[in-house]
Nanobody
Framework: QVQLVESGGGLVQAGDSLRLSCTNSGRTFSNYAVGWFRQAPGKEREFVAA????????SYTDSVKGRFTISRDNAKNTVYLQMNTLNAEDTAVYYCAAGSSVSLLRSGVKAVDTWGAGTQVTVSS
């Protein structure tokens, strides 16, 4: 099993950038595809981005394409989400998630094997 811990959230202004990190303290990270989901108040948890086991495959939800970049460093057991040009609609709790593949993670929350506890991102307009 992987054990996921997110960091890097915070309060920023519209147009600013943040980089989230997801660090694994469990089994070999390269055995898993890893994704980011987010949940805004009163809304369902939604897929944001995912990356394959060795970083060659990525996928993004349409609303973040061109602004967010997911990457991973398996030697450091860490996946990153670089978020640029943030806007108020990006405000949410961001969760790191491990699963079998990018396509399965993109299909939704039921495909997630392991969740992190989440990190709050707040964008003021």
């Amino acid at each position: 099993q992987v054990q996921l811990v997110e960091s890097g959230g915070g309060l920023v202004q519209a147009g600013d950038s943040l980089r989230l990190s997801c660090t694994n303290s469990g089994r070999t990270f390269s055995n898993y595809a890893v994704g980011w989901f987010r949940q805004a108040p009163g809304k369902e948890r939604e897929f944001v981005a995912a990356i394959g086991r060795f970083g060659s495959a990525t996928s993004y939800t349409d609303s973040v394409k061109g602004r967010f970049t997911i990457s991973r460093d398996n030697a450091k057991n860490t996946v990153y989400l670089q978020m640029n040009t943030l806007n108020a609609e990006d405000t949410a709790v961001y969760y790191c998630a491990a699963g079998s593949s990018v396509s399965l993670l993109r299909s939704g929350v039921k495909a997630v094997d392991t969740w992190g506890a989440g990190t709050q991102v707040t964008v003021s307009s």
